[in-house]
């Protein structure tokens, strides 16, 4: 797909076939890109019947999974997605709700406590996400007979927080179009493809894992593995059940594998490159993962 013709993030799921979307391996689930399509759009209808209109902030607390995809992507298309960290405390939960404007909720049937006693405080309506063991992704209790508009390319998609190292964190709005461009711009400067295979270790209530692990991923057509959470342990095994041709990781990630790692893993000759984004890396690490690993090692 051409830059030009990538407008929105629905655009970003222009495929639409039984190729395999995303993996979850702790489940042993995997949904096709209809699937994917057809889970994303219903949840957009479900937001828009329970009263989601373009430019509201859908609040979304869930982990690392296939619930999280589906979730951000369906706020985005009904509304405004504002991810936040599910391990957040009462007091950044109540701020966060509160300045993104959040008109829903969106967090686990089970748990998630202080998310929820925030948004009750605040007087903010909660849907359970829930996920079938077949990987169907849907709200509990949700209305029916909404229809969600196509979203446009200069609709607010993501709200952000910057990290308030200085202060207050400050909202940062992102549209569509910067989006689906940035995802894009990634899946050209690496040959993205159907066949390849991407490993998402980020978080995705952060643009790192959303947009450079999540969204490259799909534009290009090939397949996504999230698992719920980083664990340097199971990776390389991870790597080999599903042939990952590539993954995106923090300093501190890539330094805990090369750590464990005293000579190349033979999980790692599916690899065709390592890209390192969020903060800088020495260049004696990086000529050390390269020559360990034996694939190029990219700083985003």
């Known amino acids: ?116 006693t925030a948004a009750k405080d605040r007087e903010i309506p909660v849907f359970a996400v829930e996920m079938t063991e077949q990987g169907n992704v849907h ?18 998609a993501l709200i952000l927080h910057t990290s308030g190292s200085t202060g207050r964190p400050k909202r940062v709005p992102l549209r569509h179009f910067n989006l689906a461009v940035s995802s894009a711009n990634i899946a050209n400067t690496y040959a993205l493809s159907p066949e390849d295979v991407s490993l998402c270790i980020m978080p995705l209530f952060h643009i790192h894992g959303l947009i450079g692990s999540t969204m490259a991923t799909l534009l290009s057509g090939g397949t996504l593995v999230v698992p719920t959470k980083f664990n340097a342990l199971s990776f390389w095994r991870t790597v080999r059940e599903h042939r990952v041709t590539w993954y995106s990781g923090v300093p501190t990630m890539h330094q805990l594998l090369l750590a464990r790692s005293h000579q190349k893993p033979p999980e790692a000759d599916s690899l065709r490159f390592i890209r390192s984004c969020s903060a800088p890396l020495s260049s004696e690490l990086i000529h050390k993962i390269e020559e360990l690993f034996g694939v190029p090692f990219v700083e985003a």
């Open 139 to 156: 709200l509990a209790d949700a209305p029916s007979g909404g229809s969600a508009p196509t979203p446009r390319a200069d609709d607010i």
């Open 1 to 116: 797909m051409t830059l030009k013709s990538v407008e929105t993030l629905l655009d970003v799921l222009h495929f639409a076939d039984s190729h395999t979307a995303v993996i979850v391996p702790e489940l042993g689930i995997s949904i096709t890109y209809d699937s994917l399509r057809q889970q994303v759009l219903a949840m957009a209808n479900a937001l828009t019947a329970a009263g989601i209109r373009r430019g509201d902030a859908v609040a979304i607390a869930l982990p690392n999974g296939l619930p999280a995809i589906v979730s951000f992507l369906a706020a985005s298309i009904a509304g405004t997605a504002a991810p936040l960290n599910p391990a957040y405390p009462y007091e950044e939960f109540h701020f966060f709700l509160g300045d993104t404007d959040a008109r829903v909720l969106l967090c686990p049937a089970v748990g998630s406590e202080f998310v929820r």
